[in-house]
């Protein structure tokens, strides 16, 4: 069923192979790129793989390198990811990685033109390797950058409310598609993994969607060959993402993980984990979280740590949202940043789960993701 895209991606490395030994020669040479965000969920993943394989369709000549922004290894944490893409037989192999990213950009004389999809500003990570942004994709809060390189390489900047950045990238390319017919049959190879990603990111069409993504999930039905079982296909994604089982606390960590520098003076981590603090407790003891939060913090010169946790238990939604803070940095600032949240999350501590540097809170307010709290952080923090 997806065999133009395996077959697409496979040929893509082949020629990529070539691009490369340009590269290497005296003649500068370009990379073009399109790369998700560095939380590298599901969305970020299937958009990234998406806007590559839509792009060729429409012109095969202009051939764009998906680039997952973790390196390889890491993958395996994103368990309804592999699921995924196992179901389709799309090996890691076919894709690039943050360590692919790192040795591009020791090429000698190569520029690397990148398209974002699922963020709008490069991460910090990224800076020093990706300097040309050729095209934005979006549903974060838009940041207003990038817009002049974007009107130079005459690329998309699109950048809205979507419960899933994969409508976005599939509107995009599918109204572009509908004069040209081949690429127009080759759409649905594609589809199996944007109905993945939509499903996941709106809870199986329950939370979050938008006009764009009703109405994508409605081509994809069209697109289809066969009925599709959406709701099994949610459930199993579902499971896969939630099975944590086995990973140790500093990868539940890093499985979902998202930096931020506000101000130059400040780094935000924040975690999103799929399980409450009460699980995690009950696997790790208060002891090891701490000290675990404490290393991490350390090792990614963090100020203020956060973990978003949301999960489902007894049929029931929730979320809550845990600070710790690096003990060099004046407590009173996590004192702050905690009274100013509260209002906008609905924010109840958790006393039996808090400590002195780990505070723990119940956020009654469920509709508040990380796409809404690192901009809350960031005005606080500006403030
Ligand atoms: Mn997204």
């Given at each position: 069923m997806v065999g133009r895209l395996v077959k697409f991606l496979t040929q893509l490395k082949g020629s990529h192979v070539n691009a490369l030994k340009k590269c290497s020669s005296k003649d500068s040479c370009f990379l073009n790129i399109v790369c998700g965000n560095e939380s590298a969920d599901l969305d970020s993943i299937v958009s990234t793989i998406a806007y590559a394989y839509l792009s060729f369709l429409n012109d095969p000549s202009a051939l764009l390198l998906p680039v997952i922004n973790i390196p390889k290894e890491d993958l395996k944490l994103r368990r309804d990811v592999c699921y995924l893409l196992d179901s389709h037989?799309?090996?890691?192999?076919?894709?690039?990685?943050?360590?692919?990213?790192?040795?591009?950009?020791k090429l000698p004389s190569c520029d690397i033109n990148c398209v974002l999809v699922d963020h709008n500003d490069i991460p910090h990570t990224n800076k020093d390797v990706l300097l040309n942004v050729v095209g934005i994709v979006d549903h974060h809060k838009d940041v207003g950058l990038h817009t002049e390189s974007v009107e130079t390489f005459s690329g998309p900047r699109i950048i809205q409310t979507a419960g899933s950045c994969s409508s976005l990238v599939f509107d995009y390319w599918f109204k572009i598609s509908k004069s040209n017919e081949q690429a127009c049959a080759a759409i649905k190879d594609v589809v199996p993994l944007l109905l993945?990603?939509?499903l996941i990111d709106?809870?199986?069409?329950?939370?979050?969607?938008?006009?764009?993504?009703t109405v994508a999930l409605e081509e994809?039905?069209?697109?289809?060959?066969?009925s599709v079982d959406t709701n099994r296909l949610y459930q199993k994604l579902r499971e896969a993402k939630d099975d944590i089982n086995g990973l140790y606390f500093h990868d539940i960590l890093r499985k979902d993980y998202k930096e931020f520098n506000f101000n130059p003076e400040t780094r935000c981590g924040i975690?999103?984990?799929?399980?409450?603090?009460q699980w995690i407790e009950r696997r790790f003891d208060k002891a090891n979280i701490e000290s675990t939060c404490t290393k991490y913090i350390e090792e990614n010169s963090l100020d203020i740590l956060?973990?978003?946790?949301?999960f489902t238990e007894n049929d029931i939604f929730s979320k809550q949202i845990a600070f710790q803070i690096n003990p060099?940095?004046?407590?009173?600032?996590?004192?702050?940043?905690?009274n100013d949240l509260a209002p906008k999350l609905d924010l109840v501590k958790i006393e039996s789960l808090s400590s002195k540097c780990f505070e723990c809170y119940d956020q009654k307010n469920t509709k508040m993701s990380r796409k809404q709290v690192a901009p809350f952080i960031e005005e606080?923090?500006?403030?």
């Open positions: 037989s799309i090996s890691s192999d076919l894709l690039y990685f943050k360590e692919d990213l790192r040795n591009w950009s993945g990603a939509l709106t809870d199986d069409m329950k939370h979050k969607v938008e006009h764009i993504d994809y039905k069209k697109l289809s060959q066969e975690a999103s984990v799929v399980k409450s603090i956060v973990l978003m946790t949301s060099n940095r004046d407590p009173q600032l996590l004192k702050s940043l905690v606080f923090i500006h403030k």
